[in-house]
C-alpha cells in the first residue's frame, strides 16, 4: 500500500509542474501576441509619461498596449526622417504643424482622407477651422492636431485700462505711452514671418492664392499689413531686439505684448505681485474688421510602416476625445508645457477662468496657422529678410515684399 501510496504523491507531483510549465507557456504565448503601438512625441518627458498612462486606459478598452517615448524638438525632426530612411518608424508620431504635409509626401504616413474619412470628417469638424486649413495638403490630410498654441494680446489693466480694439487704437495707445517711454513687445515671432502674418490677414491678404499656385505679396492688402505691422517697429518703438517679456510687463515698461498662450503660466509664476492687474484680449482688428491671429501646435499622425495602422488611427481618436484632452491639458500645466486642447468641445469642461478662456477661444476661432504646402519652411526665410531689410534698412515696404514674392514664386515652380 505505501509503494502505491507513495507512486500517486509522485503522479500528483507530476501533474501539478506540468501544469504549472503548460500555464507559463500559455502565459508567455498570450504575452508575446499582445499588441503595442510605439508613439513618439515631441515634447517633454512628463508629457511622454501621461500619454503612456492614458494607454493604459486605452489597454482596458481594446487590448492595445501603447508606450510613448519623448522627442526634442532640437533632434525630432532628422530623427523622423532617420526612421524612416531607416524603416525603424513608430506607430504614431506628433510633430511640428507642417511636418505631416512634408513626410506625407514622401509616402512615410497614411493619408487619413484616404484610410479613414468619416472618422477623420469628424474630427475637422469639431477642431478650430484655421487648423483645418493648415493640415489640408490638396486632398489629403496627413495629421490631425495634437494640441494648439496662439497668439494673443496681454495688457496691464491698471495702466491701460482696456486693450485696443483695432489697429487705430493700438495705434493711439502707443503714441500715448510712448510719451511716458513705455511702449510694445511684439514676443513670439517679432521681426519674422510669424510676426508680421495676423497684420496681413487683418488686411484682406494673404501669403499665396487660394489655389496655392501663386505667391500674393505683392497685392494691396499684403502691403498695407506691412506698412503697419513695421510701422509699429519704427514709429512707436517696440524692441527690435528680444526682451524680457515678464519683466518689462510686470516693471510697466511694456504694459502690453504679443506673445503666445503660454505666457500666461509664466507670468502668473515669474510674476506673482501683478497677478490680477493684467488681462487678456484677442489681437486689434485690421480694416478688415477681422482680429485673426497665428495658431500652431503640435499634429500626430500613422506612419505608414506601421502594422498596426487601424489601432494607431483608434489611439489617436481617443486622444481626440475631449474627456482625454482634458487629462492632457492639467498633465501639461504640471509639465509647464501649456499647450491647450484643438477639439472645440474640451472648451467646455475646459477648467479655466473665464476672463481667460474666452479671449482665448475667441482668438482659436479667428487664427490661422502656416500656408499647408511644400517647402513652405524654407520660403519663410525670404519673407523674414524681407522685413528686416524694412525696418533695419530702410528698404521700401512694396519693393522689399516684391522681392519675396519672386522668391516665393521660384519656390513653387521648383
Same mark, same amino acid.
Given at each position: 500500500?505505501?509503494?502505491?501510496? &507513495?507512486? =500517486? +504523491?509522485?503522479?500528483?507531483?507530476?501533474?501539478?509542474?506540468? +501544469?504549472?510549465?503548460?500555464?507559463?507557456?500559455?502565459?508567455?504565448?498570450?504575452?508575446? =501576441?499582445?499588441?503595442?503601438?510605439?508613439?513618439?512625441?515631441?515634447?517633454?518627458?512628463?508629457?511622454?509619461?501621461?500619454?503612456?498612462?492614458?494607454?493604459? !486606459?486605452?489597454?482596458?478598452?481594446?487590448?492595445?498596449?501603447?508606450?510613448?517615448?519623448?522627442?526634442?524638438?532640437?533632434? *525630432?525632426?532628422?530623427?523622423?526622417?532617420?526612421?524612416?530612411?531607416?524603416?525603424?518608424?513608430?506607430?504614431?508620431?506628433?510633430?511640428?504643424?507642417?511636418?505631416?504635409?512634408?513626410?506625407?509626401?514622401?509616402?512615410?504616413?497614411?493619408?487619413?482622407?484616404?484610410?479613414? /474619412?468619416?472618422?477623420?470628417?469628424?474630427?475637422? !469638424?469639431?477642431?478650430?477651422?484655421?487648423?483645418?486649413?493648415? $493640415?489640408?495638403?490638396? %486632398?489629403?490630410?496627413?495629421?490631425?492636431?495634437?494640441?494648439?498654441?496662439?497668439?494673443?494680446?496681454?495688457?496691464? $489693466?491698471?495702466?491701460?485700462? #482696456?486693450?485696443?480694439?483695432?489697429?487705430?487704437?493700438?495705434?493711439?495707445?502707443?503714441?500715448?505711452?510712448? &510719451?511716458?517711454?513705455?511702449?510694445?513687445?511684439?514676443?513670439?515671432?517679432?521681426?519674422?514671418?510669424?510676426?508680421?502674418?495676423?497684420?496681413?490677414?487683418?488686411?484682406?491678404?494673404?501669403?499665396?492664392?487660394?489655389?496655392?499656385?501663386? @505667391?500674393?505679396?505683392?497685392?494691396?492688402?499684403?502691403?498695407?499689413?506691412?506698412?503697419?505691422?513695421?510701422?509699429?517697429?519704427?514709429?512707436?518703438?517696440?524692441?527690435?531686439?528680444?526682451?524680457?517679456?515678464?519683466?518689462?510687463?510686470?516693471?510697466? !515698461?511694456?504694459?502690453?505684448?504679443?506673445?503666445?498662450?503660454?505666457?500666461?503660466?509664466?507670468?502668473?509664476?515669474?510674476? /506673482?505681485?501683478?497677478?490680477?492687474?493684467?488681462? $487678456?484680449?484677442?489681437?486689434?482688428?485690421?480694416?478688415?474688421?477681422?482680429?485673426?491671429?497665428?495658431?500652431?501646435?503640435?499634429?500626430?499622425?500613422?506612419?505608414?510602416?506601421?502594422?498596426?495602422?487601424?489601432?494607431?488611427?483608434?489611439?489617436?481618436?481617443?486622444?481626440?476625445?475631449?474627456?482625454?484632452?482634458?487629462?492632457?491639458?492639467?498633465?501639461?500645466?504640471?509639465?509647464? !508645457?501649456?499647450?491647450?486642447?484643438?477639439?472645440?468641445?474640451?472648451?467646455?469642461?475646459?477648467?479655466?477662468? @473665464?476672463?481667460?478662456?474666452?479671449?482665448?477661444? @475667441?482668438?482659436?476661432?479667428?487664427?490661422?496657422?502656416?500656408?499647408?504646402?511644400?517647402?513652405?519652411?524654407?520660403?519663410? &526665410?525670404?519673407?523674414?529678410? *524681407? $522685413?528686416?531689410?524694412?525696418?533695419?534698412?530702410?528698404?521700401?515696404?512694396?519693393? *522689399?515684399?516684391?522681392? @519675396? %514674392?519672386?522668391?516665393?514664386?521660384? #519656390?513653387?515652380?521648383?
Amino acid at each position: 500500500m505505501r509503494g502505491i501510496e &507513495r507512486g =500517486s +504523491a509522485i503522479w500528483c507531483l507530476f501533474l501539478f509542474f506540468a +501544469a504549472l510549465i503548460l500555464s507559463c507557456l500559455s502565459g508567455c504565448a498570450k504575452k508575446s =501576441s499582445e499588441k503595442e503601438i510605439l508613439m513618439w512625441l515631441v515634447g517633454s518627458e512628463k508629457q511622454a509619461q501621461k500619454i503612456t498612462e492614458l494607454g493604459r !486606459d486605452f489597454y482596458k478598452e481594446t487590448g492595445v498596449k501603447v508606450r510613448c517615448e519623448a522627442l526634442s524638438w532640437g533632434e *525630432a525632426h532628422s530623427k523622423y526622417l532617420t526612421s524612416v530612411v531607416g524603416e525603424v518608424t513608430p506607430d504614431i508620431g506628433t510633430m511640428g504643424l507642417t511636418w505631416g504635409t512634408e513626410f506625407g509626401n514622401l509616402g512615410a504616413m497614411v493619408d487619413l482622407q484616404k484610410a479613414f /474619412p468619416a472618422d477623420l470628417k469628424d474630427i475637422e !469638424d469639431n477642431i478650430f477651422p484655421g487648423l483645418a486649413e493648415s $493640415i489640408r495638403y490638396k %486632398n489629403s490630410v496627413y495629421a490631425v492636431p495634437f494640441d494648439i498654441s496662439e497668439y494673443v494680446m496681454y495688457y496691464r $489693466i491698471d495702466i491701460v485700462g #482696456r486693450p485696443p480694439r483695432d489697429w487705430k487704437e493700438l495705434a493711439s495707445l502707443l503714441a500715448d505711452l510712448n &510719451r511716458d517711454g513705455k511702449s510694445m513687445i511684439i514676443d513670439w515671432g517679432g521681426l519674422g514671418w510669424i510676426g508680421y502674418s495676423p497684420f496681413l490677414w487683418q488686411a484682406g491678404g494673404d501669403f499665396y492664392n487660394k489655389e496655392k499656385t501663386a @505667391a500674393t505679396l505683392d497685392t494691396a492688402a499684403a502691403e498695407t499689413g506691412m506698412e503697419f505691422f513695421t510701422g509699429l517697429y519704427k514709429r512707436y518703438g517696440v524692441p527690435k531686439e528680444e526682451k524680457p517679456v515678464e519683466q518689462g510687463f510686470k516693471m510697466g !515698461d511694456y504694459p502690453i505684448f504679443i506673445s503666445g498662450n503660454w505666457k500666461m503660466k509664466s507670468l502668473a509664476d515669474v510674476a /506673482p505681485e501683478i497677478n490680477g492687474k493684467w488681462g $487678456i484680449s484677442p489681437l486689434p482688428a485690421g480694416p478688415t474688421g477681422k482680429r485673426t491671429g497665428f495658431i500652431g501646435g503640435r499634429v500626430m499622425g500613422v506612419f505608414s510602416q506601421s502594422k498596426l495602422k487601424d489601432e494607431s488611427w483608434e489611439f489617436i481618436k481617443y486622444l481626440s476625445r475631449p474627456a482625454v484632452q482634458l487629462k492632457l491639458y492639467e498633465a501639461t500645466l504640471e509639465s509647464h !508645457d501649456t499647450y491647450l486642447p484643438p477639439n472645440i468641445k474640451t472648451w467646455d469642461i475646459l477648467p479655466m477662468d @473665464a476672463a481667460f478662456k474666452e479671449p482665448l477661444k @475667441a482668438q482659436a476661432m479667428d487664427s490661422k496657422g502656416p500656408p499647408s504646402l511644400l517647402g513652405w519652411d524654407d520660403s519663410t &526665410r525670404f519673407i523674414d529678410t *524681407a $522685413i528686416q531689410l524694412i525696418v533695419l534698412k530702410g528698404k521700401d515696404v512694396k519693393a *522689399a515684399l516684391a522681392g @519675396a %514674392n519672386d522668391e516665393l514664386n521660384r #519656390r513653387l515652380r521648383k
